[in-house]
Every structure is written in C-alpha cells, then in structure tokens.
C-alpha cells in the first residue's frame, strides 16, 4: 500500500464560522473561495475552546472568525480566540428571508456565520472585556428596579380588594408613607385581617429591602462609570444608569463604532431615508439598541427641564412650528454627536474638589450661595458633589467665593 500524504495546510487561508449556545459551540471552517471544509461542536469550556482553536488551525491559516453573540452566548470562545491572536469579528443573526430559504440549523447558523466573515459583510470587531463589571451592576440594578415596581404594584393590588378597615387605614397613603407603615405592621384580627395584613408587611419589606439594594448598585455602578469615563459621567444629564447604558452600548472599545452616524444608527437616533420617486423624507428609525434610545430620551429631558440652552433651543423650534416630538428627535441626535464624542475621546473634566472647602473656609452657608447666584441650595449642593456639571457656574462660583 501507498502511505497516505498529509495535505499541506501552512499556506492555506480559511475563515471560520461559530453558532455559540449555552452548553456547546458549533464551529465551520470555509475555504478562501467559499467552500465547505468541515465542522463539529464543542463544550463551552476552557478545554472546548482550545479544542475549537486547534480544529480551526488544522484546516491552515484562519484569516477571520465570525461569532454570533460575542457578548452573550460567544463571549468564552472570542475571548479565548483574542487571546490566541486571531481576528475575531461580530456576526448578526442571518435574516428571515434567507433562513426561510436555507433553513435552519447549528451547521448551517455556523457556515453562514463563516461566510458573512469572508464576504466581509460582518466587519465589526467584537465588544472587549472591560465594560462586563458595569454590564452585570447595570443589569442587577434594573432587576431590583423591576422587582422593587412589582412589588409595590402588588400592594396597590391587594389594598384594592382588602377589607374596609385595611383600606381606609392605608389606602391614602402614598409613596414611602405607605410602605414605612405596612413594615411596621403587627397583624391581628381574624384570620382574613391577619393574612392580608401580614401579605402587606412582607411586601413593604420587600420594597424597602429592594430600594436599599438599588441604592447600594447605583453608588457602586456610579464610581465604576466615573472611573472608566469621567468625562461621559460628567456631561449635563448623564447620570449613574444612563452612563452605564451608553457605556454597555457602545463597548469598552468603541472605537469599533467608525463614526458618530454610526453610534447614532445604533442608538435608533437617526432618521431612516423613505424616500421614493419624486417623495424625498425621512422616517423615524425603529431599529437599534432601545435601551440606549431611551437614555437619550432621559438625557433630553432632563436638559429640557433644567439647561438653558437647551431650554432656548425649544423655544426656537417650538416658534419655528415643530412639534415636541420633533424637537426631541433632534435633540437626540445632537446628544447622540455628544456622546460619541465623550465615549471616543478623552474629555477633561474641570475639578470641583475645592468649592466646598472653599465655601466652608468663608463661613458662607448653601442657602447664601444659592441666593446670590439665583437658584436652589440643591444646585450649589450637587455641583460641589460632583452630581452636577456646569462649568460655567463652577467657575462663577469659584470666582465669587474667592472675592468673599
């Protein structure tokens, strides 16, 4: 018999494909021209992966490597790709009209996801490592949110049908008033009055444990935030949650995001063409993270409600004849140019460490301070904190205390 010859791979150029579930990843390896070489599947584990690498090398040179949910479900196997120095990049789930018509399978998810790497139609580089601390405070500070919403939607609930007595007694009260006194009930009475008084105690506990708990998340995603982006944390209307969001968003590297058009299509913050013959419009953009939509939604109130010259850009354009609606749209895409720069670009924030000493130091109370410059205490409080940005009046303010 003829020995068999082992083919030479060295100089062979192959592009890899990888359909990542929880337990296993489904790894394809194509040829330069597009061809099938082979597939299999592997755990999820360090092991596994380092089995997948060493799958993909024996085919020859891995120019790329496309992964659905480097941020989910692909996060083990690009990190462990990254780390062995291959190109890893961002691959989208394949549309409906083309998995109607291939169908759909782990193999198949696979060579799509290998293909869309050679043809170049996936180019995104993937999420790094850095923002997964404030991805998994965000995320646990959202669910106490939620849990803390259902909770005290129970409440109301259960007051709506409680007995005459419970209802007249609680059912006024609002808010913390509400929750402080069903926490401190002693249930007694007959056995309909025990249960539900003693349903109520424990889900006003509930609240206020939940409540202390998103506070606890919130101090610790805020020095998280702060600390990987002061600048961002710093802009007007930019606090703790929204920060995160923008920051979870775009990925600790994101200057995978070529321009600030882009980061604004990601955001859904920029309008769609609609246009057709002799029609040329544009539409509202349903697409994108929502999530990030909605924290420049928040941002923009928040100017519109407290910023002067946010509030002077409305009145403009609300004499102008555009609608609120309208002038939120575009006050979202401006912020959305903002916020690329503060994520893509070292911004300086000027120090306010000094302010209090300072104020403290001339015996000049909040009350005065807020006075002379014409707003609340709360003002002058946040901005010596550092919970409010306005460079302008900190450098006003500095200037007046030292003349006191």
Request: aromatic share 4%.
């Amino acid at each position: 018999m003829t020995p068999a010859v082992a083919d030479d791979t060295t100089d062979k150029v192959v592009f890899g494909g990888v359909d990542s579930h929880a337990d296993t990843v489904h790894v394809a390896v194509i040829s330069d021209n597009g061809g099938h070489l082979a597939d299999a599947e592997f755990a999820t584990t360090a092991a596994g992966y380092a089995a997948a690498l060493a799958f993909l090398g024996a085919h020859g040179h891995v120019n790329a490597i496309g992964v659905e949910g480097t941020a989910s479900y692909g996060a083990g196997f690009t990190r462990a790709a990254r780390s062995a120095g291959l190109d890893v990049v961002e691959v989208n789930r394949p549309d409906r009209a083309e998995r109607r018509r291939i169908g759909k399978s782990d193999p198949i998810d696979a060579y799509a996801a290998a293909r869309a790497a050679l043809s170049g139609r996936a180019s995104s580089a993937p999420k790094d490592d850095t923002v997964t601390g404030i991805r998994a405070l965000h995320n646990a500070a959202r669910s106490a949110v939620k849990a803390r919403t259902a909770a005290l939607n129970q409440i109301t609930h259960i007051l709506v049908t409680a007995p005459e007595s419970i209802r007249a007694k609680f059912g006024q009260l609002k808010g913390a008033d509400r929750t402080d006194a069903l926490a401190r009930l002693r249930p007694a009475g007959d056995a309909v009055h025990v249960a539900v008084l003693t349903a109520l105690k424990s889900l006003a506990r509930r609240v206020k444990e939940l409540t202390a708990e998103h506070d606890a998340l919130t101090r610790a995603l805020d020095s998280e935030v702060t600390a990987h982006n002061p600048g961002l944390r710093a802009a007007y209307g930019v606090g703790p949650d929204t920060a995160a969001q923008l920051l979870v968003t775009a990925g600790g590297n994101p200057e995978r995001l070529r321009t600030e058009a882009s980061f604004a299509a990601l955001c859904g913050a920029a309008p769609v063409p609609a246009s057709s013959g002799r029609t040329n419009r544009h539409r509202l953009s349903r697409g994108g993270d929502r999530a990030a939509n909605a924290a420049l939604y928040r941002i923009a109130l928040v100017r519109m409600s407290s910023d002067p010259r946010t509030r002077d850009y409305v009145a403009r354009q609300t004499a102008a004849g555009r609608t609120k609606k309208e002038i939120i749209r575009l006050l979202k895409r401006a912020i959305a140019r903002e916020m690329f720069r503060c994520l893509t670009t070292t911004v300086t924030v000027p120090g306010i460490a000094d302010l209090r000493p300072l104020r403290q130091s001339k015996n000049i109370t909040l009350t005065a301070a807020a006075r002379h410059f014409g707003v609340w205490p709360a003002t002058i409080s946040t901005l010596e904190r550092g919970i409010r940005r306005d460079d302008d009046l900190a450098n006003t303010y500095r200037d007046w205390l030292t003349a006191a």
